[in-house]
Each structure stands twice: as structure tokens, then as C-alpha cells.
């Protein structure tokens, strides 16, 4: 069992033994995380770089789930997430709140062509076999796998799912971070 501090968050791993071995039990600011793959040392370092990527891209930016920052630092929003204190929250899902109390009082012909009407942003690991990922910018793709563990260009757990296009002309991953959030088109009746 390893605990220590990183730039004000408290971290504690907890290797296995036995039949867990080579997995480690992660708590990130007394939060579970759940047991992660790799002994003591390396999830430290992978939290480290987590953590480090989280202060990059700030708090408000909506990508990390409040853990992943120092407390005392942040605010929570109304939906439970980390935000800049005073500041605007940057989950997708609240963005696309504020996006469409905006667009209700919009001229209608400026909505009726809005692609993301039809989503809603959930965790990744909402998404099943047949589930539509449904990016703005992207092809449709329906997830063909349940999510599997990976690792990011960091070596840093992330999850990822196994999508093909629609229209079948692609197929490969699309990655996901702890607590991260993808765009899932809504079922159609
Ligand atoms: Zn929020």
C-alpha cells in the first residue's frame, strides 16, 4: 500500500495479492476508483500524469469527475460537476443545457437543422452493443463490443469501445478517460 499527496489531491494504492495480482486498488481524494491494471508504482506515475492533464485542460473543462482535482479548488455545479469556482461548467451535458435554453428561444430555422437535438452526452459506460455514438462531426457509429480496457498514447487506463460506421465503411475504437462522456443518439420510436 502506497499514499501520498500530488499537488493537493491524496492518492492511495493498494496492490493485489493472489488472484489480484498485478491489478491495484486506486483511491483518488478518498474516492474509489475501482482496481486498475499494473502494479503500485505505475498507476501512481499514470495518476500523476492524469492528474497533471486534468490542471491542463482546468476544472471547468468538464472532462474529469471532481476527484481528479485538489479540494478546496473547485465549485460543484448543479449536476455534480467539478467547476471553476464562480465559473461556467464545461461538462457537455451542461454545455448542451445552456445550448438548448438558448435555442428554445431561438428562431426556429435556426434550430431545425441542430444535429445534436437528438443526443444526449453519458457516461461511456452507458454505451452497449447497438448503442449509436453519435459525434457532430463524425460518421454514426454503432458500438459492435462492450467496452474493453486500453491504454492512451501515455500508457493511462481508458476504456474503448469497438464501433462500426452506419453506412459499414469504417470500424475501430473510440476511447474514453475515467468518468468521461461520449454524445449517444437517442432511441427513435
Ligand atoms: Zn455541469
Known sequence: MKRETY????????????????????TLNGVELGSWEGNEDANLR???GTIDHADEVGVSNGRYNPEWYAPGTFELCTAGHAKEIGGECGHP???????EATASTAPAEIVKDDVAVDVDYVSGDNFHVGDVVAYPDRPRARVVREAEDGKDFFGRPIKRLYCRSL????????DYGAGGVLPKLRRVA
Do not use: L, P
Not at 493485489?16 to 495480482?21: H, V
Not at 453506412?167 to 473510440?174: A, I, T, Y
Open 7 to 26: 499537488k493537493g489531491r491524496t492518492i492511495k494504492v493498494v496492490g493485489g495479492r493472489g488472484n489480484n495480482f498485478g491489478r491495484t486498488k486506486v
Open 46 to 48: 499514470s495518476i500523476r
Open 93 to 99: 451535458w451542461c454545455v448542451e443545457q445552456r445550448a
Open 167 to 174: 453506412d459499414g465503411s469504417h470500424e475501430g475504437f473510440v
